[in-house]
Structures are given as structure tokens and as C-alpha cells.
């Protein structure tokens, strides 16, 4: 599906958001943003560019994961420490209506940056502040990434084998639930704001969106004392659920969260013995049998290939999914009735696939415009956007301010 954008079609189309958030958390909630028709202006440090440019693979030397993190932003470089680069961005968020920054609690302070001198200039401004452990607490100064996030939510401690040690994701998500958090917390701002006219301060501390993701684990501490193990593929509230391999080498997921999908799950792989059993009307007692449930489901899978699996369940209307790696997601046809993946042309790489918008709205679309852009690539036009004036933009980037 390739797409072009037209800004004035976006649902947040006049919503100017500056980005001077770096790796994942705040560029991804912009990204977010940007991908509704909001004008997303990203700033970066002149010299040292957001981290994430460089990050996971590249072709050809061009980095592609910056190619999506950056999408639909328009790229300026500014000092914010210097009293140059102060000035630009004291002028950026006078116009803007949302800010998200991650530097440590107090950095945008002692730049003379808070949110006092920003709504100061901006009385309607929202600015959101996304750092590992929030802007208060014995933490708060502490360097912050998903990662331990992942480790303090109880996400880790959860997930992995049995018998083996904690795990942790291979991708950024405490970051990304974060970035999902941020976003919707920005909007419950700007809806605030309709109300009382004034912005405010949206406080996300990354390990509290996935600890909200985590299920009821607190309050079963709370009242019973005990923690959730890990279960490895299995749950502890249903079975069967797991992933099973099948003929051909190719793996599926069966889950059976529902009582009449366990039965029909039984039924398919010939053992209707089962669904007689005391244990099998509850989800918590059949998981004390997965052993046996497992042997049941995972014999029948193996006898037959993933297309087999997948069409026989299909018609059986219960549930399995196969395990897809990219080239699968790529090919699969409800992605494509969906439209979930975007081909984009970029200016250094030509055709590109990415994940498209993460919903649809039936009167406003998300859309992508452009790739990741190039480091400080509209830094003149968007100065001159300000007011500033080519003379000034040339002593400012004389000054290292720019």
C-alpha cells in the first residue's frame, strides 16, 4: 500500500508538537502523533544527534529504524544549553501545543527551560516528561531505560521457563507501552485544556505503563501473599495454551481462554474423553493439567503441516494462530485487507515497508508522508517559521546554538 499525506486530512491536523525526546519512549509517542496529521518538529543536539540513528540495522550505511522512529517529523538542530539555543526553543514552544522532552528530572530547569518559563510564553502549552522513574521519588535522578523497566514492572520475573532465569523482551517495550501511554495522556491534556485553558505537565515514568499491562499481579500480593511464577508458553489460568511445532518445522499458538473453544480444541485433535472431567469446566484446574493436555494437542499437530493446522482449526471455530516471523506478516492477507503495512518512498532507499498508523478512524486516516529525515534537515525552515530571519539563523549556527 503506498500513501501519500496531505496534512489538512489528519484528524490532528493544526496540532503542533515539538519532539526533543530521544531513543524510543518520547519519539515513538510523537511518531504516534505525527502519524494523525499532528506537525511533530523534532530537535536534536547539532553535534550529537538522538541516539536511535544509530540503532539496529542499516543499508547501504542509512540507518532503518530511525527511517520509521523519525517519520512525519520535520528535523532541527538546537543547542538547548546554550543562550541562543534557549531562545529557539523558548519561541518553538510559544507556538507549539504539546512539548515531550526526557531528559533527567531537572535538566530543562537548569537550562531555564522548565515548565514555569515555557508557560510563561505559553500558557496553553502541554509539556510531557517521559524518564525511567518519574519526575519525584529516591529515583528520579537515576539514568532510565526500558530495559530495567521491563526488570522492576514484574514483567521479567514472570516471563521465561520454569526453570530457567528471568527473561527480557528482544525489542523496547516498556518503551513502546510508554510511548502509547504518553500519547493518550497528551490527549487527555489537550482535551483538559478545552475546559480550563491552560496546559499542564503529563509525569510518565516508564515503569509504570507496563506495570499497568501486567494483569492483577499487586493485588494478588496484596491478597494472597503469592507471586505469579513463570509459566514459560503456558498460562496458569487455562489450558491447553502453548506453542506447538508441526509437521513441516513451522510453529503455531493455540490459546483457550474461553471454556466452549477448550471444548471444541479437544474435540478436533480426538479427545472428547476430556471435556467429561471434573477439571475441565475451569480454566485454573485444566492448567494443572497441561502436561496431558499438551501430549493431546501438540500429537495432532505434529502430524500435519501449518496450513493444515491453521485451516482445520479454522473450521473447527477455534483458536490458533501461526508464528509469524516478517516475511510471513509481509505476505499474510488479513495485514494486507487491513492495510497495516505502508510502502513509502524515501529519497535515499527508494520503495520502503513499515508498519502503518496503529488504528484506522473511519473520517480521518492515519497517513505517512516521509521517512526519518536527515539530521537538521528543516532547521532553516522551520527558524524562519519563527521569525527568525536568514542573518540571525547564520549567527546562531556560527554560535553552536543551531
Known sequence: MTVS???????????????ASTLFAGPMAAMHLGDMGADVIKVEHPTKPDPSRGHGASKDGVNLWWKTLGRNKRAVTVNLSSDGGREVFLALAAEADVVIENFRPGTLERWGLGYDELSA?????????????????????????????????????????????PTLPPFGLADG?????????????????ENSGRGQVVDTAIIEPILAMLGPQITRWDQLGTVQPRTGNRSANNAPRNTYRTRDGQWVAVSTSAQSIAER???????????????????AERAQHADELDAAVGGWIAERTRDEVVAAFEEAQAAV????????????PQFQA??????????????????GPLFRLSDHDGVIGFTGR??????????GELGFDAARVAALREAGAV
Open 265 to 283: 480444541v479437544m474435540r478436533l485433535v480426538g479427545h472428547p474423553e476430556v471435556i467429561d472431567e471434573p477439571w475441565f469446566a475451569v480454566g
Open 321 to 332: 494462530a501461526p508464528i509469524y516471523d516478517a516475511q510471513d506478516i509481509v505476505g499474510d
Open 177 to 193: 507501552v510508554a510511548s502509547l501511554a504518553t500519547a493518550f495522556a497528551v490527549m487527555v491534556a489537550l482535551q483538559s485544556r
Open 121 to 165: 510564553r505559553n500558557p496553553r502549552l502541554v509539556l510531557a516528561r517521559i524518564s525511567g522513574f518519574g519526575q519525584v521519588g529516591p529515583y528520579r535522578s537515576r539514568p532510565g531505560f526500558g530495559t530495567l523497566a521491563e526488570a522492576m514492572s514484574g514483567f521479567a520475573a514472570m516471563t521465561g521457563e520454569p526453570d530457567g532465569p
Open 374 to 383: 536527515h539530521h537538521g534537515a528543516d532547521t532553516d525552515e522551520v527558524l
Open 5 to 19: 499525506r496531505n496534512p489538512a486530512d489528519g484528524a490532528l491536523a493544526g496540532l503542533k508538537v515539538v519532539d
Open 338 to 355: 487491513l492495510g497495516t503495512l505502508h510502502e513509502i518512498e524515501d529519497p535515499e532507499l527508494g520503495p520502503m515497508l513499515m508498519q
